[in-house]
Antibody
Framework: QVQLKESGPGLVQPSQTLSLTCTVSGFSLTSYHVSWVRQPPGKGLEWMGV???????AYNSLLKSRLSISRDISKSQVFLKMNSLQTEDTATYYC?????????WGQGVMVTVSS | DVVMTQTPVSLPVSLGGQASISCRSSQSLVHSNGNTYLHWYLQKPGQSPQLLIYRVSNRFSGVPDRFSGSGSGTDFTLKISRVEPEDLGDYYC?????????FGGGTKLELK
């Protein structure tokens, strides 16, 4: 059974770095790409980036300077790091299986940026 | 970046009725390999998005045939026939032909 679960701090201070983990099961990170998508409260979806099966990455150009996606295959984990957080980064962050279109999504983790 | 414009923003429907959502892109979504990477998602209240349609017209596993996708180039449509209560929520189109991938702004399907 395919599962993805996001984890990380619920509250981050402005200017700090956000670190999130997506722990997957039921599939291998070498067989499926993993994407990150976020959604501010009451707003639409924003694609953030993807890590391909080979380990390379692609990012939303608007976030590229602040965003990094990596993985640990042995732990079946994908990591998102984004620095210089501002209040507008407050959102639910999702990881999803697949690139292009995602068949399975995590439940999401709400991150609030506030002092 | 490719801008995806969804209309309408809100779509009141009656149960058993039909709904149609438009998604238009600021440039052609035909990839150099000939495929068109336009997909549709439904996000029910309090839930994660779920894939409905991939590559314009392919229903994802388990998606009822009441859902159909069509279109080409820059103009795409999602149609829902015989709307049921579980169809209510926010619908999004997504293009993954051009980087960065971009979502439409969403369409809220609600009861009339």
């Amino acid at each position: 059974q395919v599962q993805l679960k996001e984890s990380g701090p619920g509250l981050v201070q402005p200017s700090q770095t956000l670190s999130l983990t997506c722990t997957v099961s039921g599939f291998s990170l070498t067989s499926y790409h993993v994407s990150w998508v976020r959604q501010p409260p009451g707003k639409g979806l924003e694609w953030m980036g993807v890590i391909w099966t080979g380990g390379s990455t692609a990012y939303n150009s608007l976030l590229k300077s602040r965003l990094s996606i990596s993985r640990d295959i042995s732990k079946s984990q994908v990591f998102l790091k984004m620095n210089s957080l501002q209040t507008e980064d407050t959102a639910t962050y999702y990881c999803a299986r697949g690139g292009g279109y995602s068949e399975d999504w995590g439940q999401g983790v709400m991150v609030t940026v506030s002092s | 970046d490719v801008v995806m414009t969804q209309t309408p923003v809100s779509l009141p429907v009656s149960l058993g009725g039909q709904a149609s959502i438009s998604c238009r892109s600021s440039q052609s979504l035909v990839h150099s390999n000939g495929n068109t990477y336009l997909h549709w998602y439904l996000q029910k209240p309090g839930q994660s998005p779920q894939l409905l349609i991939y590559r314009v017209s392919n229903r994802f596993s388990g998606v009822p045939d009441r859902f159909s996708g069509s279109g080409s180039g820059t103009d795409f449509t999602l149609k829902i026939s015989r709307v049921e209560p579980e169809d209510l929520g926010d619908y999004y189109c997504l293009q993954s032909t051009h980087f960065p991938w971009t979502f439409g702004g969403g369409t809220k399907l609600e009861l009339k």
